[in-house]
Protein backbone atom coordinates (compact mmCIF):
# COMPACT_ATOMS: atom_id res chain seq x y z
CA UNK A 1 0.00 0.00 0.00
CA UNK A 2 3.05 2.49 0.83
CA UNK A 3 4.68 1.54 -2.45
CA UNK A 4 1.43 2.05 -4.07
CA UNK A 5 1.30 5.66 -2.78
CA UNK A 6 4.78 6.24 -3.49
CA UNK A 7 3.88 5.49 -7.20
CA UNK A 8 0.78 7.56 -7.63
CA UNK A 9 3.02 10.68 -5.79
CA UNK A 10 5.75 10.32 -8.55
CA UNK A 11 3.62 10.33 -11.45
CA UNK A 12 1.33 13.18 -9.98
CA UNK A 13 5.00 14.67 -9.88
CA UNK A 14 6.05 13.99 -13.09
CA UNK A 15 2.71 15.54 -15.01
CA UNK A 16 3.82 19.53 -14.49
CA UNK A 17 6.58 18.15 -16.34
CA UNK A 18 5.85 15.44 -19.10
CA UNK A 19 2.17 16.89 -18.72
CA UNK A 20 2.28 18.79 -22.19
CA UNK A 21 3.77 15.71 -24.08
CA UNK A 22 1.18 13.27 -22.33
CA UNK A 23 -1.70 15.21 -23.71
CA UNK A 24 -1.25 14.35 -26.72
CA UNK A 25 -1.55 10.85 -26.17
CA UNK A 26 -4.69 11.01 -23.41
CA UNK A 27 -7.15 8.64 -24.35
CA UNK A 28 -9.38 11.47 -22.75
CA UNK A 29 -9.17 13.56 -25.59
CA UNK A 30 -10.18 11.95 -28.94
CA UNK A 31 -7.50 11.17 -31.44
CA UNK A 32 -9.09 13.39 -34.36
CA UNK A 33 -8.57 16.51 -32.36
CA UNK A 34 -4.64 16.07 -32.41
CA UNK A 35 -4.98 14.94 -36.39
CA UNK A 36 -7.34 18.04 -37.26
CA UNK A 37 -4.67 20.01 -35.68
CA UNK A 38 -1.68 18.04 -37.25
CA UNK A 39 -3.31 18.06 -40.82
CA UNK A 40 -4.60 21.79 -40.69
CA UNK A 41 -0.33 22.64 -39.89
CA UNK A 42 0.86 20.17 -42.78
CA UNK A 43 -1.28 21.66 -45.62
CA UNK A 44 -1.45 25.28 -44.75
CA UNK A 45 2.81 24.54 -44.45
CA UNK A 46 2.97 23.20 -47.83
CA UNK A 47 1.90 26.41 -49.85
CA UNK A 48 4.62 29.26 -50.32
CA UNK A 49 2.44 32.40 -48.96
CA UNK A 50 1.68 31.64 -45.57
CA UNK A 51 -0.44 33.74 -43.29
CA UNK A 52 -1.48 33.58 -39.66
CA UNK A 53 -5.27 33.98 -40.02
CA UNK A 54 -5.63 30.65 -41.27
CA UNK A 55 -4.25 29.07 -38.44
CA UNK A 56 -7.06 30.31 -36.02
CA UNK A 57 -9.77 27.72 -36.15
CA UNK A 58 -7.52 25.29 -34.92
CA UNK A 59 -6.90 27.62 -31.31
CA UNK A 60 -9.82 26.14 -29.89
CA UNK A 61 -8.34 23.06 -30.23
CA UNK A 62 -5.31 23.76 -28.76
CA UNK A 63 -6.73 25.31 -26.10
CA UNK A 64 -8.65 21.86 -25.46
CA UNK A 65 -4.81 20.18 -24.71
CA UNK A 66 -3.31 23.38 -22.81
CA UNK A 67 -6.72 23.42 -20.01
CA UNK A 68 -6.20 19.55 -19.84
CA UNK A 69 -2.55 20.43 -19.53
CA UNK A 70 -3.59 22.40 -16.75
CA UNK A 71 -6.25 20.36 -14.99
CA UNK A 72 -3.39 17.64 -14.82
CA UNK A 73 -0.37 20.13 -13.63
CA UNK A 74 -0.25 18.75 -9.71
CA UNK A 75 -1.80 19.90 -6.64
CA UNK A 76 -4.97 22.49 -6.30
CA UNK A 77 -2.47 25.30 -5.13
CA UNK A 78 -0.34 24.42 -8.21
CA UNK A 79 -3.24 24.33 -10.64
CA UNK A 80 -4.34 27.64 -8.79
CA UNK A 81 -0.69 29.20 -8.99
CA UNK A 82 -0.90 27.98 -13.17
CA UNK A 83 -3.85 30.03 -13.78
CA UNK A 84 -3.09 33.24 -11.62
CA UNK A 85 0.18 33.40 -13.89
CA UNK A 86 -1.53 32.46 -17.05
CA UNK A 87 -4.19 35.49 -16.24
CA UNK A 88 -1.71 38.04 -15.04
CA UNK A 89 0.54 37.77 -17.90
CA UNK A 90 -2.13 37.21 -20.60
CA UNK A 91 -4.17 40.14 -19.38
CA UNK A 92 -1.81 43.14 -19.89
CA UNK A 93 -0.57 41.88 -22.98
CA UNK A 94 -4.05 41.05 -24.50
CA UNK A 95 -5.31 44.73 -23.73
CA UNK A 96 -1.92 46.24 -24.92
CA UNK A 97 -2.50 44.45 -28.32
CA UNK A 98 -6.28 45.00 -28.54
CA UNK A 99 -6.65 48.53 -27.21
CA UNK A 100 -2.93 50.53 -28.54
CA UNK A 101 -0.64 48.55 -30.44
CA UNK A 102 -1.41 49.56 -34.19
CA UNK A 103 -4.21 51.42 -33.24
CA UNK A 104 -3.53 54.02 -35.57
CA UNK A 105 -3.88 52.01 -38.66
CA UNK A 106 -8.21 51.96 -37.15
CA UNK A 107 -7.49 55.88 -36.30
CA UNK A 108 -6.07 56.51 -40.00
CA UNK A 109 -8.72 54.86 -41.60
CA UNK A 110 -11.79 56.60 -39.66
CA UNK A 111 -9.79 60.12 -40.57
CA UNK A 112 -9.64 58.97 -44.06
CA UNK A 113 -13.02 57.67 -44.45
CA UNK A 114 -15.15 60.79 -42.57
CA UNK A 115 -13.13 63.36 -44.50
CA UNK A 116 -13.64 61.58 -48.12
CA UNK A 117 -17.56 61.60 -48.16
CA UNK A 118 -17.43 64.94 -49.08
CA UNK A 119 -14.82 65.89 -50.87
CA UNK A 120 -14.42 66.87 -54.51
CA UNK A 121 -11.59 64.38 -55.08
CA UNK A 122 -12.29 61.78 -53.19
CA UNK A 123 -9.27 59.36 -53.75
CA UNK A 124 -6.42 58.61 -51.42
CA UNK A 125 -3.41 56.50 -52.41
CA UNK A 126 -1.79 53.97 -49.84
CA UNK A 127 1.88 53.57 -49.42
CA UNK A 128 2.25 51.51 -46.89
CA UNK A 129 2.61 47.32 -46.53
CA UNK A 130 -0.39 44.91 -47.50
CA UNK A 131 -3.07 45.22 -44.57
CA UNK A 132 -2.01 48.27 -42.60
CA UNK A 133 -4.78 49.77 -42.98
CA UNK A 134 -8.51 47.71 -43.01
CA UNK A 135 -9.36 49.41 -46.22
CA UNK A 136 -13.22 48.57 -47.79
CA UNK A 137 -14.33 47.72 -43.93
CA UNK A 138 -13.95 51.31 -43.23
CA UNK A 139 -13.96 52.99 -46.37
CA UNK A 140 -17.45 52.88 -47.66
CA UNK A 141 -17.62 55.30 -50.01
CA UNK A 142 -18.58 54.29 -54.20
CA UNK A 143 -17.21 57.17 -55.82
CA UNK A 144 -14.21 57.25 -53.81
CA UNK A 145 -10.46 55.60 -55.14
CA UNK A 146 -8.16 53.96 -53.32
CA UNK A 147 -4.94 53.32 -54.45
CA UNK A 148 -2.88 50.67 -51.94
CA UNK A 149 0.36 48.77 -52.65
CA UNK A 150 -0.37 45.31 -54.11
CA UNK A 151 1.16 41.86 -52.35
CA UNK A 152 0.09 38.93 -55.02
CA UNK A 153 1.94 35.87 -54.14
CA UNK A 154 4.48 34.36 -56.66
CA UNK A 155 2.13 31.29 -57.04
CA UNK A 156 3.76 30.71 -60.23
CA UNK A 157 7.55 30.44 -59.01
CA UNK A 158 8.89 32.95 -61.14
CA UNK A 159 12.19 33.84 -60.65
CA UNK A 160 13.34 37.62 -59.46
CA UNK A 161 9.09 37.71 -58.96
CA UNK A 162 8.94 41.30 -56.34
CA UNK A 163 5.67 42.46 -55.13
CA UNK A 164 4.65 46.03 -55.32
CA UNK A 165 5.33 46.45 -51.65
CA UNK A 166 8.21 44.66 -52.09
CA UNK A 167 9.95 46.79 -54.74
CA UNK A 168 8.31 49.99 -52.87
CA UNK A 169 10.14 48.96 -49.97
CA UNK A 170 13.57 48.65 -51.84
CA UNK A 171 13.30 51.87 -53.66
CA UNK A 172 10.64 54.38 -52.81
CA UNK A 173 11.52 57.17 -54.91
CA UNK A 174 12.16 54.68 -58.18
CA UNK A 175 8.66 53.53 -57.40
CA UNK A 176 7.14 56.31 -57.62
CA UNK A 177 8.42 57.88 -60.25
CA UNK A 178 8.14 54.48 -62.48
CA UNK A 179 5.03 54.08 -61.52
CA UNK A 180 3.38 56.95 -60.86
CA UNK A 181 4.62 58.98 -64.06
CA UNK A 182 4.88 63.24 -64.27
CA UNK A 183 3.32 64.86 -61.00
CA UNK A 184 2.91 61.36 -58.92
CA UNK A 185 0.78 62.15 -56.85
CA UNK A 186 -1.75 64.80 -58.71
CA UNK A 187 -4.99 62.43 -58.95
CA UNK A 188 -4.62 62.25 -55.23
CA UNK A 189 -6.00 64.15 -52.09
CA UNK A 190 -4.73 62.15 -49.58
CA UNK A 191 -1.50 60.34 -49.43
CA UNK A 192 -0.58 57.80 -46.47
CA UNK A 193 2.58 56.46 -45.39
CA UNK A 194 5.05 55.83 -42.71
CA UNK A 195 7.05 58.57 -41.01
CA UNK A 196 10.17 57.23 -42.26
CA UNK A 197 9.10 58.16 -45.95
CA UNK A 198 8.18 61.61 -45.09
CA UNK A 199 12.30 63.10 -46.00
CA UNK A 200 12.63 60.61 -48.60
CA UNK A 201 9.73 61.84 -50.81
CA UNK A 202 9.66 65.25 -49.41
CA UNK A 203 10.08 67.00 -52.95
CA UNK A 204 7.62 65.17 -54.31
CA UNK A 205 4.86 65.98 -51.65
CA UNK A 206 6.29 69.32 -51.64
CA UNK A 207 5.72 69.75 -55.81
CA UNK A 208 2.13 68.23 -55.69
CA UNK A 209 1.74 70.63 -53.07
CA UNK A 210 0.70 68.29 -49.72
CA UNK A 211 1.11 68.83 -46.64
CA UNK A 212 1.04 67.12 -43.33
CA UNK A 213 -2.52 66.54 -42.28
CA UNK A 214 -2.39 64.17 -39.35
CA UNK A 215 0.23 62.11 -37.35
CA UNK A 216 -1.39 58.89 -36.10
CA UNK A 217 0.67 56.36 -33.30
CA UNK A 218 1.48 53.32 -34.48
CA UNK A 219 4.27 50.99 -32.81
CA UNK A 220 6.10 50.99 -30.01
CA UNK A 221 8.25 48.16 -31.53
CA UNK A 222 8.77 49.68 -35.59
CA UNK A 223 9.77 46.60 -37.73
CA UNK A 224 11.85 48.63 -40.48
CA UNK A 225 12.21 45.48 -42.79
CA UNK A 226 8.89 45.26 -43.29
CA UNK A 227 8.00 48.91 -43.88
CA UNK A 228 6.99 50.12 -40.43
CA UNK A 229 7.46 52.33 -38.16
CA UNK A 230 5.96 53.98 -35.17
CA UNK A 231 3.77 56.58 -36.89
CA UNK A 232 1.32 56.86 -39.69
CA UNK A 233 1.11 60.02 -41.39
CA UNK A 234 -1.40 61.63 -43.51
CA UNK A 235 -0.52 64.22 -46.36
CA UNK A 236 -3.08 66.42 -47.80
CA UNK A 237 -3.90 68.78 -50.90
CA UNK A 238 -3.46 72.58 -49.70
CA UNK A 239 -6.10 72.92 -51.40
CA UNK A 240 -8.70 70.40 -50.43
CA UNK A 241 -11.85 71.50 -48.65
CA UNK A 242 -13.38 69.66 -45.98
Known amino acids: M ?10 RKEKPIFGLFKNFTSKKIPSVVLFLIVWTLTVYSIPPHR ?11 LLVYAAYFFASCGSAKLQNLCR ?3 VSINA ?6 AIYHQSGSIFASH ?19 CYTLPGKTHFHIPNATI ?12 PGYLTETEAFLMNPRRWVKNNLPEKPFKDYSYIVMFDYLG ?13 LKKNFHYSHFP ?3 SGQSRNILIYSKVLEVE
Open 111 to 129: YLSMNLVNHKLPSVIILTP
Open 199 to 211: PILEDMLREDHFV
Open 84 to 86: WAL
Open 147 to 158: RTLECTPNLHSA
Open 51 to 61: AMPVLLPIFPL
Open 2 to 11: HRAQIGKQRR
Open 223 to 225: DFQ
Open 92 to 97: PVTLYL
